[in-house]
């Protein structure tokens, strides 16, 4: 009889405790062969300093299924690096800490850098012989992950851009003078996200009119051709950008105005490319404008989530239990599309290497991008939308939605 930790890390989405509610679920319902499930707080990091909790003792079964619609790491994450040399300290020290808590079973919820980190400690407790079996369960607004059709996250987050979108278009069009509202989006280096702007459109041509991801190369002289012939046509122009936008030289958008921060993994901290674009755009045109950032927004609406997004991230946890049983170690569960053309929708987990996933980024396709790099093209739609559908039924107090707080 062997236990489980699990930990949550990266930024959080909204559905990211349904992955965590999937893994508990299932390794509860396997009493034979799993003692306790414990939780670290605030991930291998805390992990480390000896912050966990024995969630199996601390979640009544109401409680496991609010966990399961509660936006946010209800564990708390981290930004933390492992060691690149195996020959760290570091190891034997985390390695020490299962042993204590007799783990057999390790999960991380993560997406490149916790995948990077699940790569390590497989690799490291394959060199010392350990049995522990490590296991990836993905996520990520950005839906960058490779070797996975989306990420778990993605399709909320997708959902609430273009609701939003659509909502801050309406909100945008009711004066009849010329304005322009420029939105920006999360996703790093890669443009999902921002690409899920265009199912805001009711029809062709509708708003927004001009999308712009990081996979094309931003040039502001080309924007202003490209917003010049916008409000030619039109009174009201919205721009989606992603905070990542560069431009040729790369050089991004948002450092235009100052240089950016990095986070404890050495990546920099994008955000500040819709006012750099806000001001331009006052001085170049004298139209009304307005930059509006998303910003978290984006990840933690659980109001707005797609009830397909949450079965898929539970079904991720319990899968990734599955897999783990059955001894499998060193894989992130992936998620395969199976479903045929013209079929409805389906979609199986799958086993994928997780050494081959962590630090490398899915970009959207080029040939998705069309326009002047300023649109988004069907084949993206086709696969978006099923990724969106539903509408999840949750618990309501005093008008405000009823979320799981850790004590
Ligand atoms: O985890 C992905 C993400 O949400 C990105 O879209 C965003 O750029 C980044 O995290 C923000 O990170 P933090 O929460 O550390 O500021």
Redesign the pocket.
Known sequence: MKNVIVGQS???TAVINASLYGVVKEALAHGEEIGHVYGMVHGIEGFLNGQYLDLGKELTAEELERLKLTPAAYLGSC?FKLPEDLGAEFYPQVFARFEELEIGYFFYIG?NDSMDTVSKLSRYGAQVGSPIRFIGIPK???NDLIETDHTPGFGSAAKYVASTVREIVLDATVYCQKAVTIIEL???HAGW?TAASVLARKYPGDNPVLIYLPEADFDLEQFARDLEAALEKQNCVIVCVS??ISDKDGTFICEYGSEAAL?NFGHK???GCGKVLEQFVRSRFGVKVRSVELN?SQ?CSGMVVSATDVEEAARAGVNGVKMALKGTTGVMVGFARVSGAGEAYRMECRAVDVDQVCNREKAVPREWITGDGNDIGQAFIDYALPLIQGEARREMEDGLPKYLYRK
């Open positions: 990266g930024g959080p930004r997406g990520t607004i950005d999360m996703g790093r996200l905070e990542g986070d901290m994008l955000t978290v990840r």
